[in-house]
């Protein structure tokens, strides 16, 4: 890295002029990248899609939409049997259907009494609706659709009898949270930016704070520019747009925090101009390199998939992670040479004795994270087994985590939704209404013996076959199910159900479209977690000279990302404290998307604290040779560093969190405290307690591993004794 610094230096107008082309080309490509995104939320390859679409392209309404169910409760003395009020109803449901361009079924154009309690009195319809742009994945988050239940109560009022009650439930209507607008990316990003200056600030006290928010600023636009090439050849999902410039405002700036950092340290020890940025270049530029290849190995596990808007979030999040790095390693060497000295002038200050004491805070560890190193040193063994412990239950927690849709006794327990429901179980009738589905016929095929089929089928209440759903030969049939599809037994009729069909006749809707998701994503995770173990392992092996410490950086890094499901399940699914926090009922449910991405987002993000920490121990550890000067020195000149780039990532996903999505705002929840977990129980716990541990053997690289790699080997050595002098020590 020290040859990249040279070139760059030695060419500063020409790197200058480059990045500047390149920011200015961001800029004007960014509009064009925005108008080029995909809204479009597709799954290729899977057959509940394949259904719904067809759904969808023959009769323009159902599919993946989830069932409106209109419930009527009619006067004391009046069932549906008595003269006029069959009409009546029929008129009813016919304008809803009218009015939205909508499928309705009921007992008016059915005859069927499945749609009607014993006692007459009750019934109900399924309005299927077509399909909106809710800016979620299809069938995704409840609420997050238009509320279309104030045009169905006006349409089917003016034609009821006298007297009827009528209460419009369904799964969007009992939703515990609504998309009250959507995220406003520019003014997160305004948040999260006000949030890493009062950071940044903090750390270093100069107008020096404001450059990392430069190389940000640069990264961003550059990214976009990149983006908008890539849209030339594959589609990009507009989920880009909201993750890159939020991601590539903390990582841009934790780089410039670790290069600036270690460049002010050489300044302390006396290396002024060129020299101190070649040599901040030669430790900390090799830790960003690695650290941005670690976030893109975690990416893949979202660019490899299937699924075009996760492989979306994955490519970009690796686009943001190279070009914050490239930026942080050309443009910001130039700017620390030319106009570093100046830009920290109140910390370099000759000739008074506060500026003397603060060049020296940047030549000595840190008082406070050297003295918290030395107590995790000390206390190795207990700290480092309570604090597994208690990762180990919080993961263990997270194997329970529910990735469908939520059923809904967990979902809102007051309002007009839940007031319908209670009506329609009320009388009788089964709960499993709501999760009403479509089976699609294809031409060429008897409708009449697969709906004979379903209505045999166990946990099949009713079975719609209207002669009026045929389309261009196909046919159209609607489920009603006893119960509801989230539950076990549900989710097991289903699937038996689907088992049974014949050859060419699909199930759509919203569940079965969620049980497909969560097969093709998570279904070969195991193999796709190998892999990244593997290629994290030798690009590791290679950082730190070491077969131990990769090995262990994998493990702790796994570990706190289990956990961190495990909190969200403790979280938003048992719901144990959420209202209290946040004001939201939460729903049973974590999110089918949101596990993968915590995953794929974290695993780079804490790897990057990683390669920061252990990167410092290694160089401390060649100094030395010893592993607790390695633990104490290494934790004690990136302890602060560390905290300060977690705040400011924190932060930036905190800020995500106040958006009007719910799907967002768990997702972000759990970014933000998985940052957090990373950064103080592992890194500042697990981390130096462990290494403490291993002793000599986390610095053991064999020859043969050495010749591998191709780097130099370190072989076994007996450790130094403990110096007798202790390091000067500054405050944190």
Known sequence: MERVSEIVLRRKRLVGLLVLLGFLLGMAATPLTVSRISEEYAYPGMESYQANQAVLEHYGNGGYQRPYVPVVVLPAGQTVDSPGVRDALGRAFAGVGTELEARVASYADTGDRRFVSEDGRTTYALVFTGPTADGSPPGGGLGEV????PQIIETMQRELPAGS???????DTLATGVDSGGLNVPLKIGVAAIAAVIVLLMVFRSALAFVPLVISAVAIPVAFLILLVLTL??????????????????????????????????????????????????????????????????????????????????????????VSALISLTLLPILLATIGRRLDRQRLEQGTGRGERLIQREANAGRLWTAWARLMVRFRWPVALSSATLLVVLSIIGLQINLGLPESKNLADSGPGREGL???TDAGLPSGVLSSFDVFVPAGVDPGPVADGLRATEGVYTVVALPSWTADGTALLTVVPVHESPSAAGAAELAALRDSLPDGVLAGGSAAQTVDYVNTTYGAFPYVLALIFLVTFIMLARAFRS????????VLNLLSLGAVIGAMVVFWQWGWGTEQALGIQPNGTVGTFVPLTIFA???GLSMDY?????????????????????????????????????LILF??????????????????????????LDATLIRAVLVPATVAMMGRWNWWLPVWAARLLRVEPSPLRDETPRETREPELTPA
């Open 547 to 554: 077969l131990l410490l990769p090995l262990k950086a994998i």
């Open 233 to 322: 050849f594959t589609e990009v999902h507009d989920s880009a747009l909201t993750t890159m410039p939020l991601l590539g405002l903390g990582i841009a700036i934790d780089y410039a925090l670790l290069l600036i950092t270690r460049w002010r340290e050489e300044q302390a020890h006396g290396h002024r101009g060129d020299e101190a940025v070649h040599r901040a270049m030669r430790t900390a530029g090799k830790a960003i390199i690695f650290s941005s290849g670690a976030v893109a190995i975690g990416l893949i596990t979202m660019a490899i998939l299937p699924i075009p808007f996760l492989r979306s979030l994955g490519v970009a999040g690796m686009i943001i992670a190279a």
């Open 610 to 646: 990683e390669v920061f920490i252990l990167a410092r121990m290694r160089e401390e550890y060649d100094r030395t040779g010893s592993t607790r000067e390695a633990v104490v020195q290494g934790v004690g000149r990136t302890g602060r560093l560390v905290t300060s780039a977690a």
């Open 146 to 149: 238009p509320d279309e239940t």
């Open 422 to 424: 209670t009506a329609l």
């Open 601 to 603: 987002f974290l695993y």
């Open 165 to 171: 009650e009528l209460r419009v439930t369904g799964l």
């Open 651 to 676: 932060f930036s996903f905190a800020s995500m969190a106040g958006g009007g999505e719910f799907d967002v705002a768990v997702f972000a929840t759990g970014m933000g405290l998985g940052i957090l």
